[in-house]
C-alpha cells in the first residue's frame, strides 16, 4: 500500500531475492503474476536494488535507473546525489567500483523517487554511516506515499521501519501479520523433524574470534587483521568481511575483504585487510561477516561497537574491544575462552 514498509523474512533459499527480482521484472515468474495495483507488474516507477559487479559505479546508477524506466538525461541530475549518497568519491565515478558496487544499488534505489521500492538487505553492510542515510531515507519515501518491500536480517531495523511483515518459506508465503509477532513466530520455527531450520544452523558459526590493528612490515602496507571462527562450514563458499570505522572527529571508512572458504567442518579463516591509508586514531568499529553461494548471499554475524586503536603507541597499539558487549576471543589449551579486551597475538593461527 502506499506510504507503507513491509519487512520480508525468511530462511535462506526461502525465494526471498527471487521474489523481489520478479516484482522488479528482471526474472520470470514461475508460477502466478505479478502485479502492482492490479495491474502486470511493469518496470517504470519500480526502484529495485540492482548491481553488476566489476562495473564502474555510473554505469551501476544507469542500469538501476533504467529497469525503473528512467532515462540518462532524467537520472543526469540525480547522478551527483546517488553517488555522493553512496560515499563514491568523485574521481572514481567512471571506473570499475573498488567501493562495494551494493552501496551503488541502494543508492541509486532509495534516490530515484519511484512509487515502489524493492530492497534487498540493504543493511547488510558494515558502514555504519550508510546504514543510517539508508534508514533516514527510507523513513522519507515511505512519509512521500512510496509502496516499500524490505528484506533484512537485522529484526531491529525491522521494528523501526515496518509495522507489518511476511515471512517467506519455499517460495510461499507462510505467515504475514503485525512484524513482532511474525519475527516470534519465526525465532521458534522448527523444521518438520524437529532440527533447526537452515538459518538457525548458519548461526552456529557467525563468531568474530579477533579484530585487530598490526603495524606494517617494511615495506608492506599495515594491516587490519579479522579472524572468523567457522564451526559448521561446507563449501563451496565464500567469506566476506566489511569493517566499517570511524573516528571521533568523523573521519570514516570501509574496509572488504573477500575469500574463498579454506576449512571444512570449521575452523578458523584470517581476513587481512590492507590498512596503508587508514590515519592514526582511536575508531569505533563494526565488523560484519558474510557468506556467499552462487547468487545467493547472507549475513551470518556482526560485531558491533568496538574500539580499534590504530597507529598508537604504547598500550593502546592493541585492539581495546571491552567497549559494549564485544570482546576478543584468545585460544588456551585448545579451547576457547572469554578474554574481555585481551591483546591480539599475530601468529598463533
Known amino acids: 500500500a502506499r506510504g507503507e514498509a513491509v519487512g520480508l523474512i525468511g530462511d535462506v533459499g526461502s525465494g526471498k531475492t527471487t521474489l523481489l527480482r520478479v516484482l522488479g521484472g528482471v526474472a520470470p515468474a514461475t508460477s502466478g503474476r505479478a502485479a502492482l495495483r492490479g495491474k502486470p507488474s511493469p518496470l517504470a516507477h519500480v526502484a529495485l536494488q540492482f548491481m553488476e559487479a566489476g562495473f564502474s559505479p555510473t554505469y551501476n546508477a544507469r542500469l538501476a535507473a533504467s529497469l525503473a524506466g528512467i532515462s540518462r538525461n532524467k537520472l543526469r541530475p540525480r547522478l551527483r546525489s546517488i553517488l555522493e549518497f ?143 571462527l567457522l564451526e559448521q562450514a561446507r563449501g563451496p563458499l565464500f567469506v566476506q568481511v566489511g569493517v566499517g570505522l570511524e573516528r571521533e572527529d568523523g573521519y570514516a571508512l570501509l574496509l572488504e ?10 575452523g578458523f579463516h584470517r581476513f587481512r585487510l590492507e590498512a596503508a591509508d587508514v590515519p592514526q586514531g582511536v575508531y569505533v568499529g563494526r565488523v560484519t561477516v558474510r557468506l556467499q553461494k552462487g547468487d545467493k548471499r547472507w549475513v551470518i554475524g556482526r560485531r558491533e561497537a568496538f574500539s580499534l586503536a590504530i597507529g598508537l603507541p604504547g598500550e593502546h597499539a592493541r585492539s581495546d574491544v571491552a567497549r559494549s558487549d564485544v ?9 576457547w575462552t572469554y578474554a574481555p579486551g585481551s591483546p591480539f597475538e599475530p601468529g598463533r593461527r
Open 86 to 228: 553512496a560515499g563514491v568519491p568523485e574521481g572514481e565515478w567512471t571506473y570499475p567500483a573498488t567501493r562495494s558496487p551494493f552501496h551503488v544499488a541502494v543508492g541509486t534505489a532509495l534516490n530515484l523517487d519511484a512509487s515502489v521500492l524493492l530492497l534487498d538487505d540493504p543493511f547488510s553492510v558494515a558502514d555504519g554511516g550508510f546504514r543510517e542515510r539508508c534508514e533516514q531515507l527510507i523513513e522519507q519515501r515511505r512519509a512521500e506515499g512510496a509502496a516499500i518491500l524490505l528484506e533484512s536480517q537485522d529484526t531491529a531495523v525491522l521494528r523501526r521501519l515496518c509495522a507489518r511483515s511476511l515471512w517467506l518459506g519455499g517460495g510461499r508465503i507462510v505467515a504475514e501479520g503485525p512484524t513482532e509477532e511474525i519475527l516470534s513466530a519465526f525465532a521458534h520455527r522448527e523444521s518438520a523433524n524437529g532440527s533447526p531450520s537452515s538459518e538457525e544452523s548458519l548461526r552456529g558459526f557467525n563468531e568474530v574470534s579477533a579484530i585487530a590493528a598490526v603495524a606494517a612490515e617494511s615495506p608492506g602496507p599495515g594491516l587490519l587483521v579479522v579472524d572468523v
Open 327 to 335: 570482546a576478543v576471543w584468545e585460544p588456551h589449551d585448545g579451547e
Open 257 to 266: 575483504q573477500s575469500e574463498p572458504l579454506k576449512c571444512k567442518g570449521g
